[in-house]
């Protein structure tokens, strides 16, 4: 099925850094989404984005919405070990669809 | 609960088996959703319920894939004659309804040998 192209895959930061991630879709999309997934967890919604340009924030976290509607990043700002984990981008499409595509996840490793 | 349930938590079956996986949403949350996981992948859309009405099933692989929700609350994903390659995580997420925001569970882990 079709996913989100999200890069980088992985990455290994050290603690006190400021992460950077992105998603970018071949499809328009109405809203973006971004979701952490923890070991044996489900994901859990980190941000949502519904405009194109938005630019939210939630605490050290701040994701955007580009001006296309076919891309988003995510900025994890002065990371801490509990940053740790996978980050998945989503977005829903046009209309009344209320599927949620997902990215192919971004795999976060926090150095103390 | 507060929270969406699903179990069992874990099912290991034979290839052949039937299994059936359930979903206990958010109370009155009248959008349910069913995603496959697979290891190291994003979760993908198999089907999506209003209150009782599937109105979504474009994502469920085959037709050994079925879902239910009878009374517009609990559902139930029932794969038949199960394969190697059903052997993913499945995740159930309810939301209020419209765009609102999807709440996920914490999914059943299949492993079929």
């Known amino acids: 099925g079709q996913q989100l192209?999200?890069?980088?895959?992985?990455?290994?930061?050290?603690?006190?850094?400021?992460?950077?991630m992105n998603c970018t879709s071949s499809s328009i999309f109405n809203t973006w989404l971004w979701y952490k997934q923890d070991p044996g967890e489900g994901p859990v919604l980190l941000i949502a984005l519904y405009k194109a340009g938005e630019l939210t924030s939630n605490g050290r976290l701040?994701?955007?919405?580009?001006i296309t509607r076919k891309d988003?990043?995510?900025?994890?700002?002065?990371s801490i070990p509990s940053d740790v984990g996978i980050y998945f981008c989503a977005g829903q499409l046009p209309g009344g669809y209320q599927k949620v595509t997902f990215g192919t996840g971004t795999k976060l490793q926090v150095i103390p | 609960g507060a929270g969406v349930s699903q179990s069992p938590r874990y099912k290991v079956a034979k290839r052949g088996q039937d299994v059936a996986l359930r979903c206990d949403p958010i109370s009155g949350h009248v959008s349910l959703f069913w995603?496959?996981?697979a290891l190291g992948q994003g979760p993908e859309f198999l089907t999506y319920f209003q209150n009782e009405a599937q109105l979504d099933k474009s994502g469920l692989?085959?037709?050994?894939?079925?879902a239910?929700?009878?009374e517009g609350s609990v559902s139930t994903?029932?794969?038949?004659?199960t394969q190697q390659e059903d052997s993913a995580v499945y995740l159930c997420a309810s939301s209020i309804g419209g765009k609102n925001i999807q709440y996920f569970g914490a999914g059943t882990r299949l492993s079929v040998l």
Do not use: C, H, W
């Not at chain 2, 994903?77 to 004659?81: A, E, H, M, N, S």
């Open chain 1, 62 to 66: 701040t994701a955007q919405f580009g």
């Open chain 2, 61 to 66: 692989p085959s037709d050994r894939f079925f």
């Open chain 2, 68 to 70: 239910e929700r009878p």
């Open chain 2, 77 to 81: 994903l029932k794969i038949q004659r």
């Open chain 2, 35 to 37: 995603y496959q996981q």
């Open chain 1, 5 to 20: 192209n999200q890069s980088p895959q992985s990455m290994f930061i050290q603690e006190g850094e400021d992460v950077s």
């Open chain 1, 72 to 78: 988003s990043f995510l900025n994890i700002s002065a």
